[in-house]
Structure formats: C-alpha cells, structure tokens
C-alpha cells in the first residue's frame, strides 16, 4: 500500500521532481497531483477574492458556509496499484548489479541512476529479504568478475617484469573497485556482518577471492615470487628497479596473508645462498678493512630494503642471515688475517667498524677481546724480552700503552672486558722477564728526574709519572724497583741533580699510595736526612771554632739504614780538607753522643778555582776530579802511577776520572799520547792553552756503566731481603695456625707475599726454619708441619 502522506523533493537543472514513499518512483501520480493541486488553487482564489453585486468585497474561507465553523483542505493520495513485491526486489538487484558490474568494467553508471537511488535498494533488499542473501549475490557476482580476469595471466608470454606490472595494475584495479563496491554496499556491511562473526567483511572477502582465484594458482604464484626475487637481485647487484612496483607487490600479498607463506621464506633462503657465496669470495678477494666497510654497506642495504619495501617482520631473520654469512661464518679468519695489522698501523675507523660489527653477532666481542688480548701479550713480550731493546724499552712500553688504551677507549667503547684484557696481557707479559723491567723502569724515572732534564714542562713530568706508575703496578718484583730506585734516589740527592724536589716527593707520594707506607719509609727517611743535614750545617756555620779557614764546606749526614751501602775507601786529601773534617766531626760528636761517623768521599763533589794562561775559571768537578786536578799545583806533569800513589784512589774510578779530565769536552789536563783509553804507560800534563767562553765549567764525571756483577750484587741484596720477608711470612703463619699441611701453607705464602716466588725457594725457606727450630714435620704425617714455640 502507498504511504499515506507524501514528501517533496525539489531538483535543480531541470531534473524532474519525484515523490517518494518507501517504494520506487511513481511518476504517474506526479502528473495528477500536479493537476488537482492546481484546480484547487483556482477554486481558492475565485473564493478569496470574488466582488459582491451591492459593490462591498466579501472575505470568505473556502469549504465553509457563512455562519458555520471552518473546514479543512485535505489532499489525499490517488489510488495506485503497486508492484508486486518479487518484482520490485528483482528490480532493486538489478539496477546493483548493473552499477557493480560497470564498476569492475570502469563503466560511468546510468545518468539515472544515482549513488543515493543505490544506497536506497541495498535498504530495500535488506528489509524485504533475507541479507546474506543479497550477500552471497554479490559475492557470486565479484567471483565471477576475478575468474574472468585470471586469464590475462594464464595465456600471456610477457617477461617478468611485464607480468608483474600487470599483476600489480590487476590489485590496483581490484582494490580501487572494492572500495566503490563496499561504499555502496555499506549498509549490508554495517546490518548483516558485524552481526554473524562468522561471515567475512565486502573487502574481506574480495581479499579472500583474489587470493584464491587469482594468487593461489600455482602459475601466478610462482611467476609473482620469481619476479619479486629477481628484482631484488638486480638491486642487489648495483642495478636500479622500480622499488614502488615491489613495494606495491609486496603490500599485496601482506594484505592477502601469503606474505610469509609464499614469499618470506624463498627470499630468506635466496638471501642466504647470495651472501655465502659473496663471503667466501670476498674473504679472498679483499683485505680486512674493504671486507669489512662491503659488510657495513650491505647491512644498511638491506636495513633500507626493510623501510622501503619489506615487511617489519622479516627485518630480524634479514639481517641476522646477512651477519650469519658475511660475519659469524668468517669471524675467526677476520681476526687472525687482519685484527693484527689493524692494531700494528691503528688503524682506528677500522677497528671501530669491527667492533660493532662483531657486537651484532653472537660471542663475536668475546672472540674479539682474546685476539685482543693474545695481540698485545705477543708484541709485548717482544718488547721486553730482547736485550737490545732494553735501552728503550720503557719508552716503548708507555707508547705501546697509551696506543692500547686510546683504541680501547675510541673504538671499543671503552668496555669493561678490553679494559680487563689490556691490564691482564701488560701484567702477564711485563712479567716474562723477571726483574729486568723493574730495573729498567726505576732507572727511567732517575733520568726524568734527574737534573738537565729540559725534555718536558712540570705539568708533562707529571703526567709522565703517572703513566709509568701504570707500568709500575704490573710489575710482581716491586722490591727489585725499589732496591734500583733508592741507589739512583741516593745519587740525586746526594750530588744535587735532583731536578726538582716537588717532582721527587710527588713520585714517593705516589709509591706511598700504591704501595704502602712501608714500601716508601727508608725513602722518605733519605728526605728527612737531607734536610736534617741542612739545619747541621746552618749550626756548624755558626760555631766558632771555624775561625777563617778559606775552605766551605758542605756535609750530608746519612742514616745507614735508609741509604744504599757504599764500598768505604780511603784516599789521600789534601791537609786542609782533612783539618776541615776533623773539626766537623768534633763539633757532631759534641751534639751526638754515641754515634759514629764514616765519610764516604765517593759521592762527593767541589768547586776549584783554576788560574789559566788565558784567563781564571771555576772548575765544577766530582771529589775525585778534584784530588787529581789539586796535584799539578807540585809539577806539571805525571804518570797513572804517579796520580795513583798520590791520591789513593782505587784504579777503575781513578782511570774513568782522568778519562774525564783529559778526553772530554773541557781538557783541562792533555794525555800524551793521545787516545780515548788510559793506559798504564800514559802521562798527563797540565793544559796552559786550556780556553772556555765559560767561567763556571762543569766537567762532567763518566758514569761507570753498571757492570754485570753489580746488577747481580743488587739483585742478590733483593733476593736476601725476600729470604728474611719469605721466613717471616712462614712463621707468623705457622704461629697463627700452629699445624697446618704443607699445600695449605704453600697456598698462604702466595697469598701474603707480594713478589714472584718458586715453589723451590719457598721448600729452601721451610726446612731452613726446621733446621733453626721454629717449625718440625709431624710424626706420623711428613707433609704437615707443627709449630715449635
């Protein structure tokens, strides 16, 4: 039945006017009450606006009687038979049908038939019928439309990249047309599906029939992925492709769900067969550092690949395949090919690279940090163990270490584990040369401490210093540096060469810090004795007992237990210098009570003043150098013999002075006959043509190099304080556990003692005790050991 009131719809640009009512139009009622309308218009102005015969206007209402109440207009519908309703739901169908079917065709819809007539049939069917009927109609009918278009691709020849142009035009068009079809069809999506979860959305189940007659059909399927790999091959090797086409490819079969299925694992397992044969041809092909920037790069490829066409989800296995082939599998050829020379030339961007390249793979910073390791445990074992080098070598050792801790602080981040591994190679291969770089590092810092010195500014001493106590700490030996540098302290002091007191107490500062108090209290003692001696002299200035004599003086007052021994010798001194001391030591004794005193000339140092031909000079030379010289004020000239009865002095020391005197730079006394070395036969003379621009001239004693068997003295003085240090750390054990098994005290000994030891020396040391009876073998178990009170 039509509806009994009607709405209006006015169109512009001359479209005709329709009335709707809930059914299809009904342009035949449109002509008849467009006539009634108009006849009752007439009839309303004929009763409005009619004249009365007496000449007076009449106002009267239509339908109403002068007199009576008003009656209302009322419009009532024609009676129009409608249509069936079968008729108008195969009607409804097929004007959808027709706008889906040019849709797909990419047809213009009847000028007729607009976007609203539609959204009002899809309403209509799914009121006056079932709705999964009209669901399952159009899924018949978007089926029908995919079948039609797989043929395209079955009979074509086209390469490849032809078929995928035509197979990605295909989704584009397929996508665009779902979109026209599910916007038309919006009310079934929002009525009917979300209502039954298990019926699959419009563009859902486009997806899904795509897939099937079209993706799903094994020539297209492998013709897509086949593309798809050669394409991301071509790039790969340096060609460009269109990366748009792939993405959209790609895209596609994500949205289809086959992404994974048919694609992820044939491109995973393409990628891995590529970069295996690409590593093992460029392990050989490229040195280290070009193998390692083509990693690099290919890992930012295909990072790239992942944002600009891949899925997300491949991103993890891509690149772990690319570091598993080009990295995880070469790993411990990268290292032993090339990490050496890396280190050799630091070559620091480098081995930047390889760090976080090998932070990408599993174990790959452990297999580097014990390449590291056995590096710098090789090259530093060639530094310490070859004598020639010895002269340099803590030069060279402070160098090789501060290369070492730049590359571990700039390349490897400064990480725990390099920074662990650099410390255990120094101290491990510092040590394969027992004593000898204690030795040499002691007298390293005597020559950066000693006077003359002009190589470094305070600030730069005192950054020296604290890279040699770096050294310092690896060494095991500590007493042998401390026997080295107390002798070399001594001589500092002693002759004034010190070159600065503040550099001297900032290295004992630092000794005192790392090793104790007690390691640094016999040098210290040797401060306080120096400037105890001051405050000695500035009294013995002030005594009387002087008088006028034209000689100064100067003594230092050693304690002997803070001082290296010095071999006691006797040498002939001039009468006065002897007074001079007599009177010294009468005025100390008088204050000191029960000391004695030892002079030891072999440290001592004077200045003369010298009358020459040319001019007056002040000779600065060593005691010794003074006795010789004080000689030829009685003759002219003498032999070796001659100087040796007149001064006393022990021959070596006596030769290597007027060595000195006579061959180097300022000659004061000429050699004849000429020569370097003195010989027994030789005679010296006094130079009267001696001239120097100087008037103070310091004449340099020659240092005696350090003989074999004093190095040796050294270390056997070294070795017997460790014997004392060894018993004392036996018997304080054995009296604090009273019996203890021999391993278990072997063990303790390690722990406490602060040198390397032998297990031999250690059994030495143990049955020296139970020969002076400190300690004694258990009678019924000769491993163990009881402590005898």
């Keep these: 039945m039509m509806s009994s009131s009607f709405v209006s719809e006015s169109v512009t640009n001359g479209q005709r006017k329709r009335f709707s009512s809930g059914s299809p139009d009904c342009p035949h009622l449109h002509k008849k009450l467009c006539r009634h309308t108009q006849h009752m218009m007439e009839n309303q102005k004929l009763a409005n606006f009619s004249v009365a015969p007496n000449g007076v206007n009449k106002t009267t209402v239509l339908g109403k009687k002068q007199g009576s109440e008003k009656k209302i207009l009322a419009i009532k519908n024609f009676k129009v038979h409608n249509q069936s309703a079968v008729d108008h739901i195969a009607e409804s169908w097929q004007f959808l049908q027709e706008a889906v079917v040019a849709i797909q065709e990419s047809r213009k819809l009847r000028d007729n038939l607009t976007q609203e007539d539609l959204y009002r049939y899809v309403d209509n069917?799914?009121?006056?019928?079932?709705?999964?009927?009209?669901?399952?109609?159009?899924?018949?009918?978007?089926?029908?439309?995919?079948?039609?278009?797989?043929?395209?691709?079955?009979?074509?020849?086209?390469?490849?990249?032809?078929?995928?142009?035509?197979?990605?035009?295909?989704?584009?068009?397929?996508?665009?047309?779902?979109?026209?079809v599910c916007n038309i069809f919006l009310a079934l999506d929002r009525g009917y599906v979300l209502q039954n979860a298990q019926v699959s959305s419009i563009w859902d189940m486009g997806l899904e029939l795509f897939r099937q007659h079209i993706l799903e059909e094994v020539v297209v399927e492998n013709r897509c992925v086949d593309g798809l790999l050669m394409m991301i091959?071509?790039?790969?090797?340096?060609?460009?492709?269109?990366?748009?086409?792939?993405?959209?490819?790609?895209?596609?079969?994500?949205?289809?769900?086959?992404?994974?299925?048919i694609f992820e694992n044939k491109f995973l397992m393409a990628t891995e067969q590529l970069y295996l044969r690409e590593g093992q041809r460029l392990t050989q092909d490229r040195d280290v550092p070009q193998y390692l920037l083509h990693v690099d790069k290919r890992l930012t490829e295909e990072n790239n690949r992942v944002l600009h066409y891949l899925d997300m989800s491949t991103k993890r296995q891509l690149i772990y395949c690319v570091e598993k082939q080009l990295l995880s599998e070469h790993k411990t050829f990268l290292l032993q090919k090339g990490l050496d020379s890396l280190l050799d030339q630091n070559r620091r961007l480098d081995l930047s690279l390889l760090y976080s390249l090998f932070a990408r793979i599993k174990g790959g910073l452990e297999d580097l940090c014990t390449h590291f390791n056995a590096y710098i445990k090789s090259y530093g074992k060639t530094i310490v163990i070859n004598p020639e080098k010895d002269k340099g070598m803590v030069q060279e050792l402070l160098d090789f270490k501060d290369k070492m801790d730049g590359i571990v602080s700039e390349c490897f981040n400064?990480?725990?584990?390099?920074?662990?591994?650099?410390?255990?190679?120094?101290e491990h291969f510092i040590n394969?040369?027992?004593?000898?770089?204690?030795?040499?590092?002691?007298?390293?810092?005597?020559?950066?401490?000693?006077?003359?010195?002009?190589?470094?500014?305070?600030?730069?001493?005192?950054?020296?210093?604290?890279?040699?106590?770096?050294?310092?700490?690896?060494?095991?030996?500590?007493?042998?540096?401390?026997?080295?540098?107390?002798?070399?302290?001594?001589?500092?002091?002693?002759?004034?060469?010190?070159?600065?007191?503040?550099?001297?107490?900032?290295?004992?500062?630092?000794?005192?810090?790392?090793?104790?108090?007690?390691?640094?209290?016999?040098?210290?003692?040797?401060?306080?004795?120096?400037?105890?001696?001051?405050?000695?002299?500035?009294?013995?200035?002030?005594?009387?007992h002087l008088g006028s004599t034209p000689i100064e003086l100067n003594v230092n007052i050693l304690t002997m237990g803070y001082w290296p021994n010095y071999p006691v010798m006797e040498v002939n001194m001039p009468l006065e210098m002897v007074h001079y001391q007599q009177i010294f030591t009468k005025f100390y004794l008088a204050k000191h009570c029960n000391r004695k005193l030892q002079w030891q000339p072999t440290l001592g140092h004077c200045v003369l003043k010298a009358a020459f031909p040319q001019g007056s000079k002040e000779l600065q030379v060593s005691l010794f150098q003074g006795l010789v010289l004080l000689l030829f004020n009685k003759a002219d000239q003498f032999t070796l013999a001659d100087i040796a009865t007149g001064t006393n002095i022990e021959d070596g020391e006596l030769r290597r002075t007027l060595q000195s005197l006579a061959c180097g730079k300022a000659r004061v006394i000429q050699k004849s006959p000429r020569g370097k070395d003195i010989n027994d036969e030789d005679k010296f003379s006094y130079n009267k043509d001696f001239t120097n621009q100087l008037f103070r001239i310091r004449i340099n004693q020659i240092q005696m190099k350090e003989t074999s068997e004093e190095q040796q003295q050294t270390e056997e003085r070294v070795f017997q304080d460790r014997q004392y240090q060894i018993d004392a750390a036996?018997?304080?054990?054995?009296?604090?556990?009273?019996?203890?098994?021999?391993?278990?005290?072997?063990?303790e000994l390690y722990n406490q003692l602060k040198f390397p030891v032998k297990p031999a020396d250690l059994k030495k040391r143990i049955e020296s005790l139970i020969d002076r009876d400190y300690m004694e073998r258990d009678k019924d178990n000769p491993n163990t050991y009881n402590y005898v009170a």
């Design 125 to 180: 069917l799914i009121t006056q019928q079932d709705p999964s009927r009209l669901y399952y109609d159009l899924r018949e009918l978007t089926e029908r439309h995919i079948k039609s278009r797989l043929n395209q691709f079955l009979s074509g020849t086209s390469d490849r990249l032809t078929f995928l142009r035509q197979l990605n035009d295909c989704w584009t068009h397929h996508c665009h047309q779902m979109k026209m």
């Design 233 to 261: 091959e071509k790039e790969r090797s340096g060609e460009t492709i269109d990366r748009s086409l792939v993405k959209s490819l790609l895209r596609m079969l994500s949205s289809l769900q086959v992404y994974h299925k």
């Design 414 to 426: 400064s990480s725990d584990k390099f920074v662990l591994a650099l410390k255990e190679a120094f």
């Design 432 to 544: 394969q040369r027992l004593n000898k770089p204690a030795e040499l590092i002691a007298k390293f810092v005597d020559s950066k401490l000693r006077a003359g010195n002009k190589e470094a500014t305070e600030d730069e001493l005192e950054r020296l210093l604290d890279k040699i106590m770096v050294l310092f700490r690896f060494i095991h030996g500590k007493d042998v540096f401390e026997a080295f540098y107390k002798k070399d302290l001594a001589k500092r002091l002693l002759v004034g060469k010190s070159a600065s007191v503040d550099a001297e107490k900032s290295m004992l500062s630092k000794l005192k810090q790392e090793c104790g108090p007690g390691f640094t209290s016999k040098l210290e003692g040797m401060f306080k004795d120096m400037e105890l001696s001051k405050d000695i002299m500035l009294a013995f200035k002030q005594n009387s």
């Design 730 to 747: 036996i018997v304080r054990i054995m009296k604090m556990r009273k019996v203890l098994p021999h391993n278990l005290l072997i063990t």
